[in-house]
């Protein structure tokens, strides 16, 4: 068709259009557990979720919708804290965005994070074309 094309996944697509400034992580809590960095506008998807974290088992398999329906509501809240301040401590983010489908099950976030909104998403693909700054 002879047009430009950019293609990022959905995780990285919300941080871009969450990202404040500085050093963000995103992690996204759905079926899975997506995640990206944007760091001095340049963003970069990651695959934090298949890191190992428990028992043989990934960070995925404690903090998606697998290990919410496994673990019950207040366990999976639990693991999510110690994953987002584990992925913190190791990454040194300025701020966490938290979001995805799940990230409302949460009465409190984690230190140092914020409720990430699934509209910004739509942000994100606005400002992949709108921003001549932002590197993906």
């Known amino acids: 068709f002879g047009k ?7 995780a990285l697509m919300q941080a871009i259009g969450s990202y404040e400034g500085g050093r963000m992580l995103f992690l996204g809590l759905g079926t899975g557990l997506g995640a990206a960095m944007v760091v001095d506008n340049v963003g970069q998807p990651m695959e934090l979720a298949h890191l190992p974290y428990r ?8 903090v998606g ?12 809240r639990g693991y999510v804290f110690d994953v987002v301040n584990r992925l913190r401590a190791a990454l040194q983010p300025d701020y966490v965005v938290i ?10 976030l984690p230190a140092h994070s914020r409720r990430g909104d699934n509209t910004r998403a739509f942000e994100g693909g606005f400002r992949l074309w709108r921003d001549k700054a932002l590197i993906v």
Do not use: A, I, M, T
Request: net charge positive.
């Open 99 to 108: 979001g995805g489908g799940n990230v409302d099950k949460l009465d409190e």
């Open 55 to 62: 028992k043989g088992r990934s960070f995925e398999d404690y």
């Open 4 to 10: 430009p094309v950019k293609v990022v996944n959905d």
């Open 65 to 76: 919708e697998r290990g919410l329906e496994k673990r019950g509501k207040k366990k999976w």
